[in-house]
């Protein structure tokens, strides 16, 4: 594959897609593959690969830059000039979304929850701050309700409404096109297919984007998700809706498209690796953070990649000599230490000043 690509592979393949689906360039794609050498052998698992979708972009790399590349496109194609959207209080997803956004003039409003404090969560709050994120706080459900009737209809007119996590159906396009990606570097013999491809499950349309994209890729690799949010955000259900919807919304654009219909039974999931909830580190994620840490230096964090990968040790105790691929959905571009090294408490609300450490 040329070292970064000009339009989606989905493109190439389905050439009635393009002009038909909005999309914007964002990213660095296709992400590297690579064994990871030291880890497997210290584990004794010859065929563990990881896909660097850390390194996803320039400005800020993870998982939602994909997805950004077709939603924030879509929002430019409905005249939007606000993006409003939802996450925890370090989400990555929003400072993702008022990042890239800035680049195409798309301001951002986010309503965020309460999540366990750390340094993350910090560094993601200061960096709110300093991109221009507008920041309104909901404790809660009934909190969040009030500030929707308090905004009423209008912001919702006259803005993009983007779920957490990115994860609407055009959002799932990018994951996709990830699936085509992969298969074109399994053709490339960059590896052998995997029989399992590893993802956390925050808000679904990441597995659900690869679960679609996979099938409709022909590549026969197991979808696995790692459950890290509530399950009323993320399910079979929910992932399996996102699947259809992205197939559905593929097919209107270009009829060429093969139909493809995903089932709840279709959807492995894990539910295993949770822990206390969302933002909550766990005994098993820290250690797998630290083993990727020491073998191969490639960061993973707590909340997501870190249960994730977790997930994927124990499962390959059984079958350790399995082609297995993690992706590793996390950011590795360091933006913060550009940052102002005191947080501007003035967009800040004020419980989430608490959630600020200084590093």
Same mark, same amino acid.
């Given at each position: ?18 002009? $038909?689906?909005? %999309? ?28 660097? !979708? ?59 929850? %309460?999540?366990?404090? &750390?340094?993350?969560? &910090? /560094? ?23 500030? +929707? =009737?308090?905004?009423? /209809? $209008? ?14 159906? @055009? ?10 990606? =992969? ?12 029989? /399992? ?34 399950? %009323? +955000?993320? $399910? ?29 039974? !279709?959807?492995? +999931?894990?539910? !295993? ?8 580190? #766990? ?15 490639? @960061?993973?964090?707590? #909340? ?10 124990? !499962? ?5 000599? #399995?082609? #297995? ?11 913060? &230490? ?22």
């Amino acid at each position: 594959m040329s070292k970064f690509r000009e339009k989606p592979v989905l493109f190439e393949i389905f050439p009635g897609l393009e002009g $038909n689906v909005p %999309w914007v360039k964002l990213g660095n794609f296709p992400t590297p593959l690579r064994r990871l050498k030291k880890l497997g052998k210290s584990i004794g698992a010859p065929a563990l690969y990881i896909k660097r !979708d850390d390194r996803s972009g320039a400005l800020y790399g993870g998982n939602k830059i994909r997805k950004l590349e077709f939603s924030l496109a879509h929002a430019l194609a409905q005249g939007k000039k606000t993006v409003v959207t939802f996450g925890g209080a370090g989400s990555n997803h929003v400072l993702a979304t008022t990042i890239y956004g800035n680049t195409l003039g798309l301001k951002t409003a986010a309503f965020l929850t %309460w999540q366990p404090p &750390s340094t993350f969560v &910090s /560094r993601n709050i200061r960096g709110y701050s300093h991109y221009g994120t507008k920041m309104y706080y909901a404790k809660d459900a009934a909190s969040l309700s009030a500030h +929707l =009737i308090n905004f009423g /209809r $209008n912001m919702f007119r006259s803005g993009y409404l983007l779920p957490p996590g990115g994860s609407n159906a @055009h959002g799932t396009l990018g994951y996709v096109d990830a699936a085509f990606e =992969i298969k074109r570097q399994v053709e490339e013999k960059e590896i052998p297919e995997p029989e /399992r491809i590893y993802v956390a499950a925050g808000s679904g349309g990441t597995m659900a984007g690869l679960l679609a994209g996979a099938r409709l890729a022909g590549l026969s690799s197991k979808i696995v998700g790692v459950r890290v949010s509530e399950k %009323w +955000l993320i $399910n079979q259900i929910t992932v399996s809706a996102l699947a259809n919807a992205a197939v559905r919304l593929l097919r209107r654009a270009d009829p060429s498209v093969p139909e493809a219909v995903f089932r709840t039974e !279709d959807v492995i +999931l894990n539910h !295993d690796y949770l822990g206390q909830g969302y933002g909550f580190f #766990t005994s098993e994620g820290r250690r797998a953070m630290k083993l990727m840490e020491k073998r191969e230096g490639i @960061h993973i964090e707590g #909340t997501y990649t870190a249960k994730c990968f977790a997930a994927l040790l124990d !499962d390959l105790k059984r079958k350790p000599k #399995t082609p #297995t691929l993690f992706i590793n959905t996390y950011n590795s571009v360091d933006i913060y &230490s550009s940052l102002p090294e005191h947080c501007d408490f003035a967009p800040v609300p004020e419980p989430m000043r608490k959630m600020v450490l200084e590093d």
